[in-house]
């Protein structure tokens, strides 16, 4: 089992916490259903009824990327039992659902920001990226696509912009004619997992096929009418590189909101982290206070006007979704208390009849 896991990221030292039931990964999820690799091959499954009623919070549930214990039905279905603790997650804020994580991939080593250098390049949206990957505690590596869209002065002013604000992160150039991916194969290597994270259009698909060697992901044009990508990957997948390595593609993302970020913050901002522990005023805003250390450099020009306002959004989000969740824990401790006073007034009332 350890030898055959082992060519899909299972690492030398696992325990299996559940040993009654036979280890898999999860290859794809998509709703209620999975498919799931394993010792003896691959699998769809299904959550059992135990595990299924037993998870409160849907983070919880398998993802793709999840070690987890099954049960064999047959030859080609299975049960999933069990959903291992997991070494990372990469997680967003869910989409309209009051202040809960949703979980994109488990059990991660590497993401891969991809961004395109058309209309697709944006230093805002990969400051968010940054930011809630760092968050997850997950290695960011930022590739910038489509290079031959652009002339090779842009090229380089824009990576020299990526780098400014990539706080250590890795960039690398990619063009679509690039027949070869051995700069980005130095990150991935035999038996770890990356993630990719971009929006619609950002070439993502046609990395995936390029790593893989073979055309396993379609890809589309972007739109003339809107200049938008058009979603080709419609679900998340677990594939094996070339190398050895592991790669899970995502679809386009129109939203990625913040979870608990403040390390995120604080690592992709250094810069004004640095600038704010030098004011006056401890509890300084930045705002209107004397001797305001980011006013100053906002004012002579080392701080950029873009990146403060981007600080600024971000971090609002952050508290504004740490609120909502301390907001959700307390109505959910209400919601307790109202249910557990039926179950009482019930056996009360059975208990007199």
Known sequence: MINHLTAWGLPTNYQNPTPEFQLARVLKAHKSNYEVVAESGIFKATLSGKLLHSTEDPSDNPQVGDWVGIMIFDEQTAFIMACHPRSSALQRASVGAFAQAQ?????????????????????????????????????????????????????????????????????????????????????????????????????????????????????????????????????????????????????????????????????????????????????????????????????????????????QKLHREQDHYGMDKVQRRKKDKALGKVYRSAQNDSRRRKGRS
């Open 103 to 311: 979980v994109l991939a488990a059990n991660i080593d590497v993401v891969l920001i991809v961004q395109g250098m058309d209309h697709n390049y944006n230093l805002n949206r990969l400051e968010r990226y940054l930011v809630q990957v760092r968050a997850c505690a997950i290695e960011p590596l930022i590739i910038l696509t489509k290079a031959d869209l652009c002339s090779a002065e842009e090229c380089t002013e824009r990576k020299e912009a990526v780098r400014g604000i990539a706080n250590g992160a890795r960039v690398i150039l990619h063009s679509m004619f690039q027949e070869d991916s051995e700069e980005i194969n130095q990150y991935l290597s035999q038996g770890k997992t990356a993630v990719l994270v971009g929006s619609s259009g950002a070439g993502k698909s046609t990395l995936v096929n390029l790593l893989m060697g073979t055309t396993h992901m379609a890809t589309a044009s972007i739109s003339a009418s809107n200049a938008k990508g058009r979603h080709t990957t419609s679900h998340r997948e677990l594939v094996q590189l070339q190398n050895g390595a592991l790669l899970i593609d995502t679809p386009g993302t129109r939203e990625f909101g913040l979870t608990d970020s403040p390390e995120g913050i604080e690592m992709t901002f250094e810069e004004i982290s640095q600038l704010s522990g030098s004011c006056k005023f401890r509890g300084c805003t930045h705002e209107h206070e004397p001797g305001c250390a980011v006013q100053d450099a906002l004012e002579d020009g080392r701080l950029e006007a873009r990146r403060w306002h981007s600080y």
